[in-house]
């Protein structure tokens, strides 16, 4: 399909495990986006690629959490160490344009993480 | 912690009412996005206004974006059971990040 992919779409962690959720972008988008969505709240924003480069990280909650996008178009968010408080769906998005930029982003359907 | 705030919460009505959600805000925003969210489904973005006062209409949905781009309405006209959803509004303050609100979480039934 041409929309943004997720996977997996669930995964059940032990506490104390570490987990790596793949991300695949609209072909050609520059910017990619994580989000992380807890229970009946609204997405909370992780970090921002733009093309390869990590732009901004200021959302990511503790270093155990890392992201990358080493050829600028699948990325990974990596959790290292999962604690319960890491149990979220965790949303991709991307977007044709950089920033300085009214985007729109499209998101994926989001991987469910559930630490247990 | 959410920059916006939504209102309200929770709503259900039955089909043919018409409804009324807010997204408000301290702060100012370059420009605002509703979006709309189905379980186990990412956001769908629906509208972006970027003017301040700026109305948009999408079919039975009206969007506003306030004088003062710190709060924007929602408007939805004789909704129907597929108008269900998470409706969520999104602020860039010309930051790499959306801040989005915890949503408003419409039922209408049958």
């Known amino acids: 399909g041409a929309g943004v992919s997720q996977s997996p779409r669930y995964k059940v962690a032990k506490r104390g495990q570490d987990v790596a959720l793949r991300c695949d972008p609209i072909s050609g988008h520059v910017s990619l986006f994580w989000y992380q969505q807890a229970l009946g709240q609204g997405p909370e924003f992780l970090t921002y690629?733009?093309?390869?480069?990590?732009?901004?990280k200021s959302g990511l909650p503790s270093d155990r959490f890392f992201a990358e996008r080493p050829e600028g178009s699948v990325s990974t968010l990596k959790i290292q160490r999962t604690q319960q408080e890491d149990s979220a769906v965790y949303l991709c998005?991307?977007?044709?344009?950089?920033?300085?930029?009214?985007?729109?982003?499209?998101f994926g359907p989001g991987t469910r993480l559930t630490v247990t | 912690t959410q920059l916006l705030e939504q209102s309200p919460q929770f709503l259900s009505i039955q089909e043919g009412e018409n409804l009324t959600v807010y997204c408000n805000s301290s702060?100012?925003?370059?420009?605002l996005q509703w979006y709309r969210q189905e379980p186990g489904e990412g956001p769908v973005l629906l509208v972006t206004v970027v003017t301040g006062g700026e109305v948009k209409k999408l079919k039975r949905l009206t969007f506003q974006f306030g004088d003062a781009r710190k709060d924007s309405s929602l408007h939805i006209t004789a909704a129907q059971p597929g108008d269900t959803g998470l409706y969520l509004c999104a602020g860039d303050n010309n930051n790499n990040d959306m801040r989005f609100g915890a949503g408003t979480r419409l039922t209408v039934k049958p």
């Open positions: 690629f733009q093309n390869e480069a990590q732009l901004d």
């Open positions: 998005a991307s977007s044709a344009l950089g920033t300085g930029a009214t985007y729109e982003q499209y």
């Open positions: 702060s100012v925003f370059s420009s």
